[in-house]
């Protein structure tokens, strides 16, 4: 029996229909989720996988990671854990509900796990828990965390989690942990990554300057069921597909959408004034902004990371961010 978290999200839903196709006569997928939890996203995403409803051996659990004793109560006959549930956000005031999630909820998932025996845990952290390379060289399993004030809530929160899982490793649990950089994949088109293909749908005429890591969210979910299949415990991967500008990112996605390319450059100077305007924007308007302080300081550093970790263990091959971006563009198109 296999217990997921983060159902609702995108690695979350991708992951459930993936174990379905794959596993079809598994007996139960118990999901974690609270009752006013909006499943949209997981309805369409099995739909798109060529299921028309929720299988009939998928079993909702009702509740969130920081309510121990439901997890404990739901892992008891479970024998294989994927702890996706996080909150993902770099505006300061999400710090708290950030912090709880992430870290205290993730300490709830190991703590159960332990107690109930669970064989086999994979937590999905981020490319953010790892630490930081000198310049030049590229960001692996091997990069120390370092203090510092440029890391973010988020990543100090991943970071934090982490440690929960090491902890839980150093009491007996077999875990694995995979690091996945900016996750891509057809989700709810008004967060995260998937906000990046409405922006350029709309004919958003600028670039950053920056380079990033980029991974297929299939990719993600493949990794952490192959991890699992061998055994692969007491370990982190990270999870990169893609080196890649954000000049040439929003290029293809343009180009899949055939419209104009962003063809203004933004650099560090226009990226500090423009994350203070969509700041005011937010507040007058109520709303979280569109870019915020870290968004817009990532948008325009260069980053580099390596997967060669995983590629040599289990010979992984990423799927081309080409290839990526114009199937994610196809849905775009199709669902407006």
Not at 175 to 181: C, G, Q, R
Not at 287 to 303: D, Q
Request: charge should be neutral.
């Amino acid at each position: 029996m296999v217990f997921i978290t983060g159902c609702t999200g995108l690695v979350g839903s991708h992951l459930v229909a993936e174990l379905i196709k794959r596993q079809k006569d598994l007996s139960t997928i118990k999901l974690l989720c609270r009752k006013n939890s909006d499943l949209s996203l997981l309805d369409r995403v099995l739909k798109r996988y060529g299921f028309n409803e929720i299988p009939s051996n998928i079993e909702f659990v009702y509740g969130d990671v920081t309510d121990y004793d439901i997890l404990e109560d739901a892992m008891k006959d479970v024998d294989e854990v994927y702890h996706c549930a996080a909150v993902v956000s770099f505006d300061p005031s999400d710090k708290k509900s950030v912090m709880t999630i992430n870290v205290e909820g993730t300490k709830n998932m190991v703590n159960a796990a332990l107690y109930c025996g669970v064989k086999k845990f994979c937590h999905v952290s981020s490319i953010a828990a790892l630490g930081r390379a000198l310049e030049g060289e590229a960001i692996d399993e091997e990069s120390p965390w370092t203090q510092s004030k440029n890391n973010s809530v988020y990543a100090i929160s991943k970071y934090q989690a982490e440690m929960e899982v090491w902890r839980g490793i150093a009491e007996g649990l077999n875990a694995t942990i995979v690091n996945p950089s900016l996750i891509l994949g057809a989700g709810r088109w008004n967060t995260s990554s998937c906000e990046l293909f409405t922006t350029i749908a709309k004919g958003f005429p600028f670039y950053t300057t920056g380079v990033n890591g980029f991974v297929d969210v299939k990719d993600v979910v493949r990794a952490m069921m192959t991890l699992m299949d061998n055994n692969r415990f007491g370990q982190r991967y990270c999870l990169n597909g893609a080196l890649i500008s954000y000049k040439e990112l929003f290029s293809l996605m343009a180009d899949s959408f055939k419209i104009k390319a962003p063809y203004i450059k933004v650099g560090k100077a226009l990226s500090e004034i423009a994350w203070r305007i969509f700041w005011l924007m937010g507040k007058i308007q109520g709303k979280k902004p569109l870019i915020t302080k870290e968004t817009a300081r990532t948008s325009t550093r260069i980053y580099s990371y390596s997967s060669a970790k995983i590629i040599r263990d289990l010979n992984f091959q990423f799927t081309p961010v080409e290839e990526t971006i114009k199937s994610i563009c196809e849905i775009y198109v199709k669902e407006h």
